[in-house]
């Protein structure tokens, strides 16, 4: 019983680690990158005065973070950003 015990533990932790490893994987686009989309974006876009200012708001949080490396968060702001210039 205890080798099961021990044998089911160890592949509860490998297997928790392997779903965070693909994760992190998963998560790790340059924030850099969305931004360069975003600027792309939003040289093409028409917004309205409250849209603007709620992208330039985000751009400067995703930029704060992008620079403190932040990546995930970063790329949270830049996306949210990029919802509203492609609405």
């Known amino acids: 019983m205890k080798k099961f015990l ?3 533990s160890m592949i509860a932790i490998a297997t928790v680690g392997g779903f965070s490893s693909l994760a992190n994987a998963a998560a790790a686009v340059p924030c850099e990158d969305v931004l360069a989309t975003l600027n792309d974006a939003l040289a093409k876009a028409k917004l309205s005065e409250a849209d603007a200012k709620a992208v330039a708001d985000l751009k400067a949080k995703g930029e704060e973070r ?12 830049f996306n949210d950003a990029l919802a509203i210039v492609t609405k």
């Open 6 to 8: 021990l044998v089911s």
């Open 66 to 77: 992008c620079t403190a490396e932040d990546d995930r968060r970063a790329d949270g702001f």
